[in-house]
Nanobody
Framework: QVQLVESGGGLVQAGGSLRLSCAAS????????MGWFRQAPGKQREFVAV????????SYSDSVKGRFTISRDNRKNTVYLQMNSLKPEDTAVYYC???????????????WGQGTQVTVSS
């Protein structure tokens, strides 16, 4: 089993930055893909970013490309999401995910964190 705990969410003004962290415990996730999804009120959960275990592959949704950066430190079993130039439409609960396959679909990930709230004010 893998436990994922997110941190770093909060309230920020539009144009500001936040850095989310996700610490994994339990079995090693050093060979797993890790990523982030988000869910805004009244909307479906959507893909944000994913990084392969080696860091050699990264993918982003079109809505965050160029503003968000995903990275990971396998020594610390931690994945990060640096979010810059935040917009009110980025407001959502952000979920950390981990799984053995690289992908952008919800079904591809069997481990999920509890989520951290990000609120961007205009």
């Amino acid at each position: 089993q893998v436990q994922l705990v997110e941190s770093g969410g909060g309230l920020v003004q539009a144009g500001g930055s936040l850095r989310l962290s996700c610490a994994a415990s339990g079995r090693t996730i050093s060979t797993y893909a890790m990523g982030w999804f988000r869910q805004a009120p009244g909307k479906q959960r959507e893909f944000v970013a994913v990084i392969w275990w080696s860091g050699s592959l990264r993918s982003y949704s079109d809505s965050v490309k160029g503003r968000f950066t995903i990275s990971r430190d396998n020594r610390k079993n931690t994945v990060y999401l640096q979010m810059n130039s935040l917009k009110p439409e980025d407001t959502a609960v952000y979920y950390c995910v981990a799984g053995p396959n690289y992908g952008t679909t919800i079904e591809g990930y069997n481990y999920w964190g509890q989520g951290t709230q990000v609120t961007v004010s205009s």
